[in-house]
């Protein structure tokens, strides 16, 4: 048994000898063409970008003063208004009854007004026709050509005249305080009968409109929202731990991506307070009377934060797949100069 244990081994060595090798040619290889560029060191403007919103500088929510239902609604969202223009139009029958009402009572007053010009003009007859026969009554009275009994009875008649002008005078003071009380009634219903026409502020745009005819207006509830055109800023939400680069009156650069503009624009307000959850603060920079401005854009500002070196490749070495760029070295990032 031994003997073929032996020969195994050279058996498979003898086989394994017989399989013929793998000859490798060698191809020629193609030669590659290499460009080189020169890189060189600049000094490069760094900056911090804030986005936000574009808000109209006036807004104003308009509702009613009283309550009372629709009876017209004459706007529309979109709709360019100008200022005292009617929005809407209540319901006023009860507010028309009250006018009605007051202005009866005055044309009352204003009629007996000649009865008590008469009443005082009848008095005062009475007083001069007395005044007289006691002058009279006294001088014979000097002379001992009357009594004391006819003196009192002149004086009195003369006191009695006296009290009647001042009750005709005090009836007609009556009427025109009287009358002046319900004057001040006809203005005031004709006050509340103006609230019925709900206008326009001033001048503008209606973005927002939450009332129908026959909606029951009710004092305080919004009706239509109205933006001051030609009026816009962008209110910025910049990091609280950038706020240092804000600064009323600095200028600033804004992107609005809804027009495709940029602009420099102006600070002109930085809200004291900071947004506890998003850690921000709210920068607003006037934007100028751009006609396709609209509130509800979105914007972009950057503030600069200085200068920084940076390592910049030519435009010729810049590889562009797409909206990618890069340079044809990929083991080095660069920032690249358009």
């Not at 009613?64 to 706007?75: D, I, N, Q, S, W």
């Not at 509800?296 to 990618?324: N, S």
Request: proline share 5%.
């Amino acid at each position: 048994m031994r003997p073929y244990f032996a020969l195994a081994p050279l058996l498979l060595l003898a086989g394994c000898g017989t399989e013929p090798a793998h000859k490798v040619e060698n191809k020629p290889v193609a030669a590659i063409r290499v460009e080189t560029v020169t890189l060189a060191e600049a000094e490069w403007p760094s900056t911090y970008e804030a986005t936000g919103t574009v808000r109209a500088r006036t807004t104003a929510t308009i509702s009613a003063k009283l309550m009372g239902y629709a009876r017209e609604v004459r706007a529309q969202v979109g709709d360019h208004v100008r200022e005292g223009q009617a929005l809407v139009v209540l319901d006023a029958r009860e507010m028309d009854s009250n006018v009605s009402r007051v202005t009866a009572a005055r044309e009352e007053v204003k009629s007996a007004i000649p009865e008590a010009e008469s009443g005082i003009a009848a008095a005062k007859a009475q007083l001069d026709l007395a005044q007289v026969t006691f002058n009279r009554i006294q001088d014979l009275l000097s002379k001992r050509s009357v009594t004391n009994q006819e003196f009192d009875e002149a004086s009195a008649r003369l006191k009695a005249a006296q009290a009647g002008l001042d009750m005709a005078r005090s009836r007609r003071a009556q009427l025109d305080s009287k009358l002046a009380r319900i004057e001040q009634e006809i203005r005031a219903a004709g006050i509340q009968r103006g609230y019925t026409e709900i206008t326009a502020p001033f001048a503008g745009m209606i973005v927002t409109k939450l009332v129908e005819p026959g909606t029951l207006a009710v004092p305080g509830a919004p009706l239509f929202t109205i933006e001051r055109e030609g009026s816009y800023r962008l209110e910025a939400a910049v990091e609280e731990s950038r706020l240092h680069l804000a600064r009323v009156g600095k200028t600033v650069s804004v992107t609005i991506d809804g027009i495709d503009r940029t602009f420099p624009a102006r600070i002109v307000e930085i809200v004291p307070s900071v947004d506890s959850a998003a850690r921000t603060g709210t920068v607003k920079v006037d934007l100028p009377p751009l006609p396709e401005l609209r509130s509800g854009l979105f914007g972009r500002t950057r503030f600069d934060t200085g200068m920084h070196k940076v390592l910049t490749v030519p435009l010729a070495g810049v590889v562009t797949r797409g909206q990618l760029q890069s340079s044809m070295s990929r083991k080095t990032t660069l920032l690249m100069r358009a």
